[in-house]
C-alpha cells in the first residue's frame, strides 16, 4: 500500500517507520520550508511494544513532499489539534477521492472538525503511541494497541482497508462503537492531565509527583459536568478518574497504569509539546454552558500570566 502521513510528527513518524518494515510504501507531507529544514533523516530512539519491548535506535531515511497529489491509497492524518481544520481544508482541495485516516484527538463535533471533507470517506481512529522530536531526534514508543472507529454506513470498505495495513504491521485494533463519545472523554481526559502538567511545568515532572494523579483526578472532577451537559456519557476512564479515591488513584497510576520504565510511562516522560489548548477549548465550552472550572481556570491564568 501507498501510504502519505500529513506531516511529519511524532505518531505519524513511528507508524511511517512501522508499515515501511511491513513492506508498504510511505511518504510525508510537510509545509513549505519544512523539507529542507527537516531533512532526508531523522534520529530514531523509540520503544517498540509489539512484541514484548523492543528498543529502536536508527537513523532512519525519509521521503517528503511539500505538494500533495492524489496517487496514494491512504492518507493518514495525525496532527495537534488545532491544526485539523486547515488540514482538511488542504486535503478536500488537493487530495481527491483518497480515502483518509483521521488519526487524532478530537473536542468538536466529528463532521463539523473535518469540514469539508465528506464523512463516507473520512474514518477516525486515534494511536497508541507518543513521545516527542527535539533536533530531529525522535525519542518516543508506540503500543501493540490502537483504536479504530467501527464502520458507519458506507465506510464498510474503508475500515477494510485500514484495518488490513494495521495488521499487517502487527498492530491490534481496539473497536469503539461510538467514536464521538469516545474522543469526547479522552480530550476532557488530556485538558485534566494538561492542568496538573501546567501546574508542575512540564510532562517529567508531573511524573516525578506522588500526588499528580490525585490532581489529575479532581481536574476531571470538575470537567465531568460538561461532558454531560455536551450529551456525552461519561465512559470508564472517565469514570475510573472521577470515582475512585485520590489517594487510591495516585497509587493506581504511579505503580501499575505509568510504572517506573513502562512505554505508557516513557511515552509521556518524553513529550515536549506545550500542554494548554485542551484546558483552553475545555474552559471554552464550560463559560458557553455557565459551567464553573476553578481548577482549570487557576491554570489558564498562569499561562497568561507567562
Known sequence: MRILFFGRGVISTQYAWAFEKAGHTVEFYVRKGRKETFGSHIELEMWDAR?????????????????INPNYD??????NTEQLPKAAQLLSTVAGNTPVLIFNN?????KSSISPLSMNNVVFGFPGAGG???????????LKMLFLEKPRAGTEQLNNKVKDLFESAHFKI??????????????????A?????????????????????????????????????????????????????????????????????????????????????A????????????IPLPRLITAVENIEQH
Open 132 to 142: 516527542g522530536i527535539a533536533d530531529n531526534r525522535l525519542r518516543g514508543g508506540f
Open 74 to 79: 491512504l492518507i493518514i492524518v495525525s496532527v
Open 174 to 191: 481496539s473497536w469503539i462503537k461510538d467514536m464521538q463519545n469516545w474522543l469526547w472523554n479522552h480530550f476532557a481526559m488530556n485538558a
Open 193 to 277: 492531565m494538561e492542568t496538573e502538567v501546567l501546574r508542575r511545568g512540564s510532562f517529567p515532572a508531573l511524573l516525578n509527583h506522588r500526588d499528580s494523579f490525585a490532581n489529575v483526578g479532581k481536574n476531571m472532577r470538575e470537567i465531568a459536568p460538561v461532558l454531560k451537559a455536551r450529551g456525552a456519557k461519561i465512559d470508564m476512564i472517565s469514570l475510573l478518574l472521577t470515582k475512585i479515591p485520590a489517594p487510591l488513584l495516585s497509587t493506581l497510576f504511579n505503580k501499575v497504569i505509568l510504572a517506573k520504565g513502562s512505554i505508557p510511562r516513557l511515552i509521556i516522560e518524553y513529550n515536549n509539546s506545550k500542554p494548554n489548548f
Open 106 to 110: 478530537i473536542w468538536q463535533d466529528l
Open 279 to 290: 484546558v483552553l477549548e475545555v474552559v471554552r465550552e464550560a463559560k458557553k454552558l455557565g
Open 51 to 67: 512484541r514484548g519491548k523492543q528498543l529502536i535506535q536508527e537513523s532512519w531515511n525519509v521521503k517528503l513532499h511539500e505538494e
